[in-house]
């Protein structure tokens, strides 16, 4: 919930997904879980339909998901709320589809490999391999928090157990030769996992660098 612009990052994310016709979406709760509950309601003055899910104890990013298996019976979107993103997720979707992947991700450069995943790809964009924080080099394409996904993968998550995409689940997908799939997101991305990041994150948006589309709700 901490504002870009005047408004939520959460906001300018139910916006995103909004422009590209994704109208029912779920939002994990931890922290404050009132906040965010008090600020969108059932989702409609933003055009959307949310639905809660509460996370008393943290179970990681697919922990979380599994607690949604019931809700996420289709293809569907994952995006962390910490990552101010204005991408193209309709192509995203469409190589998804077009490898009959089972995980699509968006990746974004970064100068400073060693705090993030990292990951490799075939150069028909197929993930090889995922590198947690690496020592040595292995390119600069970092997993974004923004992925497609299909149902099915959500049988490889213990239920009640932390889990996470990156560092647990798509290692695993990778070993059980499942087709997982990514490219440079088209479009600005930005990891606001920290102070100096956030404060990139509001003057990028101030000065125009984000990008049309993302926070236009008047």
């Excluded at 906040?35 to 639905?51: E, L, M, R």
């Excluded at 490799?120 to 993930?127: E, H, S, V």
């Excluded at 497609?148 to 647990?168: T, W």
């Excluded at 606001?192 to 008047?218: F, H, K, N, T």
């Amino acid at each position: 919930m901490l504002p870009i612009g005047g408004r939520p990052v959460l906001e300018h994310l139910v916006d995103l997904v909004h422009e590209f016709e994704v109208t029912d979406i779920a939002i994990n709760l931890h922290y404050r879980p009132e906040v965010i509950v008090n600020h969108f309601g059932d989702g409609s003055a933003f055009g959307v339909h949310v639905t809660y899910s509460h996370e008393p104890a943290l179970l990681g990013s697919a922990g979380a998901a599994k607690q949604l298996e019931w809700f996420l019976d289709e293809t569907f979107f994952v995006i962390y709320g910490d990552v101010l993103a204005n991408v193209d997720l309709g192509r995203l979707l469409e190589l998804h589809r077009r490898h009959w992947a089972v995980a699509t991700l968006a990746l974004y450069e970064v100068p400073d490999p060693s705090r993030c995943g990292i990951v490799q790809l075939a150069p028909d964009g197929r993930i090889e391999r995922f590198v947690e924080k690496p020592t040595e080099d292995v390119g600069n394409l970092a997993n974004a928090g923004i992925y497609v996904v299909e149902p099915a993968v959500l049988r490889y998550i213990p239920a009640g157990q932390p889990c996470d995409f990156g560092h647990d689940l798509f290692p695993l997908l990778l070993e059980l030769g499942q087709p997982m799939y990514a490219e440079l997101g088209q479009g600005y991305i930005l990891d606001m996992g920290s102070l100096e990041r956030y404060e990139q994150a509001e003057a990028d948006y101030q000065a125009g660098r984000v990008g049309r589309g993302l926070g236009s709700r008047v």
